[in-house]
């Protein structure tokens, strides 16, 4: 109930003048991004916040699932030409149609997640990444037993940009002399959804001794998670030439038949750290939240949040104002996910530190770099 309500301030805030109609509730679209509503990352989070509205508010939101980026704009055309009140893309693949659709259609109201479009009747949902994404580094440098951790990006842009660089800066804060190993799925909108590239990457990462991989990727994401929960662990005898483990984090933690079987011997578990939604629970290889875990944390992007606030706004019909809504560390927009599935991994010690860290960035004692 606290993040639901610093996020309604915060929009409420920052939402200006003329609102909308209040004697009927809105008409609303929602657009979501290649990859679809159960990608179990950035579209499903999205989703999860539509559905709260609906349930919430009694409303009927329509939603356009494209087949792949480039139907995008149609969904943002199919909206405005049935005259939506508030036509809501998911992701950067809708800014151009937004902006297109908002300029020529000046009585609808248009809100872009990760994007900043322009027009007196647009608004941008962006959040801050790269603050979230320095705490998960963080922890993974805490938790590293190799030295070595890996990122996987999907798409060579600026916004996964902004996790990578708040990754690398968390890990090294952890930990100056891990190695970060980052790589990227392509510079197309084909890279959301590469699942079998991303198992070759983190298996490529893993063969240079990286024992814990970030996928800021959508879709693609699923490909590391299969790896690790796959593999389970790297063995003293995969690790490179003159490289050998630095610490057993997890030698105490309740492991699973398995995993005894299959990383029997001198070895160390692999883990995922997911993105946008909670991940942690596609780590458990044998349905038992008791047992080791390969998803070490997430580094969740409350886009549900940031969805259902502006559709609650729309119909409340509060105020409106063009700009920049911005989600933080500071508003609860980004955090790290802690649940049943990791708490045995993260000790009560560590999670201290992690806090320290969070409220230095907070206060503004340590600044995170977005590139």
């Not at 609102?19 to 989070?45: C, E, H, Y």
């Not at 105490?252 to 939604?277: E, Q």
Request: proline share 3%; glycine share 12%; charged share 20%.
């Amino acid at each position: 109930m606290q993040l639901r309500s610093t996020l309604m301030l915060t929009l409420a805030a920052l939402l200006g003048s003329a609102g909308l109609a209040q004697d009927n509730k809105p008409s609303i679209g929602v657009v979501l991004d290649a990859g679809g509503k159960k990608d179990r990352s950035f579209n499903q989070s999205a989703y999860e916040g539509v559905l709260r509205a609906q349930k919430e508010f009694g409303v009927k939101i329509d939603v356009y699932e494209p087949g792949v980026a480039g139907e995008v704009g149609r969904g943002v055309d199919k909206f405005s030409a049935a005259r939506k009140d508030l036509i809501i893309g998911i992701g950067f693949n809708s800014l151009s149609s937004i902006d297109a659709a908002a300029k020529a259609n000046p009585g609808l109201r248009y809100a872009a997640v990760d994007s900043l479009p322009t027009g007196a009747n647009t608004t941008g949902l962006r959040f801050r990444e790269h603050e979230g994404s320095f705490l998960v580094g963080y922890l993974a440098g805490l938790s590293t037993s190799t030295g070595v951790v890996g990122f996987v990006g999907g798409m060579d842009i600026p916004i996964i940009h902004k996790f990578e660089a708040g990754f690398t800066a968390g890990v090294k804060l952890a930990c100056p002399k891990c190695q970060v190993i980052g790589r990227y799925l392509g510079t197309t909108p084909a890279a959301w959804n590469n699942i079998s590239g991303a198992v070759s990457l983190a298996g490529g990462m893993k063969n240079k001794g990286a024992d814990i991989i970030f996928a800021a990727a959508g879709g693609s994401g699923r490909g590391v998670i299969n790896f690790v929960t796959r593999t389970q662990c790297i063995k003293a005898s995969e690790l490179p030439a003159g490289m050998s483990f630095r610490s057993d984090n997890f030698a105490k933690v309740l492991k699973s038949g398995a995993y005894d079987k299959a990383c029997a011997g001198n070895s160390r578990p692999m883990f995922f750290i997911g993105v946008d939604s909670n991940q942690n629970y596609l780590g458990d290889t044998d349905n038992n939240s008791l047992t080791l875990n390969h998803g070490l944390t997430s580094m969740v992007k409350r886009v549900d949040n940031a969805v259902y606030s502006v559709i609650r706004a729309a119909i409340k019909g509060e105020p409106w104002r063009s700009g920049d809504i911005n989600f933080s560390l500071e508003n609860e927009g980004v955090e790290y996910a802690m649940d049943a599935y990791n708490d045995r991994l993260i000790p009560a010690a560590t999670r201290e530190k992690v806090e320290k860290v969070k409220q230095l960035i907070i206060s503004g004692g340590i600044k995170v770099p977005s590139k």
